[in-house]
């Protein structure tokens, strides 16, 4: 069973892998994901992943079996355990707990070489569906706080499978940075008393020096403090917290911008290694008036030096409005 | 000028080069310092850098020329520029100031190939009083805050020159993440009276199963939720807020300590890319009760991905039980 451990200065969890640690000579290569070799995600191999979680496909198609268009499956090497209780407890003054939460796998496209910006609308749409569905379905389990919804694309941003897909982690507590970031929030908002993301989107739309791109319900921009090269938030309009209270007309309009913004960085950047992250509320929050869920896309262009994890103050070397204009003229 | 910029939402500073950003296709390649080319570090070529900020060596030499053992230069590249008013001031709803603040460079030999575990103690011991007489002369100023110090060693830790050295930089505000330990570290002192790092101290010390080394002053050891594999710091057993006010003899011992850890993860991991960072009290902070200096050494084994940078939550596939165990065992 993982453990998760509480660093007792700052408060953050770290989950440590307690079986069998990886020893010193485990760590040399780093493996690039091979391409054309065997597949477990694709068509053909489902009875190599374990058995799918959910799936979209014709009515016709049997489970676990080719036909489907969006796939969940349990990670089969999973950083968390689904079985057991949490059973938090001390060791001296340090804090841990029982490593239980989900890890899932969501198979994006049956197709191995297809990436969301490839994908017709339909298809983007379903994957958020997924998403969603996903989401509903693990916050009944009462054990957990938080759900993480987060992409790895390309070896250098920390996939291991080539295979287009993201990952869903539900969690027995909320980690420290969406606590901080919902903390953050709440202080503006006492303060202001309105929300601090619906203030960025409109004075991002009235200065529009950043604004990447922007549809009827959903806009994206590089944040004013970027910390990456090309950072690229998507955030609803209208205020909303919880992504799950998606509506439907929202999650067309979110998959048509998603595939938009994914397409503008694949071809700017040169298909770059990205990550995207959904920022969302933790689950027993009820709707808040000071948070608003976004999805974070950053590509993996710049090495991550001491002085940024020293400090999580870190060093961008390109403008926001410049990457924004770079983005913006892309086709 | 570079600008610093300030998160609306986290409350995160971001040094943003505002000068002329780097372009899509400027990150492409990732250089492998190179060796055995020209070095600007290497002695003879001190006329390639800035000119000497501070430099140890005989009595006889004249600045700027050959014979010191450790020398300070200004970077010759700096994310951020000494001279200028700080200027804070408001861009609608975002805060931003000028990108003041001093970026040193710490030539650590003047033998292009040695590291610190191949130097004498004293030439080890030099560093240190090398770090702690920039860290006296630049707090002078009052425009900054906070003195960071860190060094990045090889390509996948963020080093772009071989020849060992470390970089020292003051900042005009104490980044997010040293504000949140202290802050953590408070909230401990509040609630229980007692240094939150000296209760980790005494019960590293009595379990032992964490411990790497320890000497008349200093201990070693993996803390208990330690982020990536072979995570170790260095901490004086004696309650010190302050690195700046070390002790001749805690000098002494704590160079031959940093030596000592940094051999052993040479031979563990096989001479790995490391990061190490100073923690340390802002500047104009007085003797702080609650809060413990020391230097944490990170390996750069593992890739971090997506999940680790929207959350701020680790995997950790070493147990630092584990990773101790490794390190006490080398020779």
Redesign the interface.
Known sequence: MPEI??????????????ER?????E??T?IEPEMGKFCPFCPGNEDKTPSEILAYGPPERAKNQNGWWVRVVPNKFP?LQIEGNINREA????DKMNGIGAHEVLIETPEHKKEIPDLDDKKVEDIIWAIRDRIIDLRKDTRFEYI?V???KG?????SLYHPHS?I?A?PMV????K??IL??KQ?FDFKERC??C??IT?ELS?NIRIVAENEQFVAFE?????F??ETWIIPKVHDSHFEDIQKSEASQFAKMFKNILHRIRV???D?PF???L?NSPLKDPSLPHFHWYM?I?PK???????E????????????E??AQ?LKEAE
Do not use: C
Request: hydrophobic share 45%.
């Open positions: 451990r509480r660093d007792p200065v700052i408060g953050r969890w770290v989950i440590i892998s307690t640690g990886k020893r010193p000579n760590f040399s780093e950083a060791q001296g003054m340090y993480l987060f992409k790895n070896a250098a941003a920390g996939a990952q982690m969690l980690p420290i940075r969406a901080q970031e953050g929030a503006y601090v993301f203030d960025m004075q200065q944040p004013f403090a970027a910390r090269p090309f700017v950047l040169d770059p990550n995207f992250i920022h974070e950053t262009l710049s090495k991550i030096a001491g002085f994890w020293g400090t999580g103050f870190y060093i961008n070397p390109t403008p926001p410049e990457a770079f």
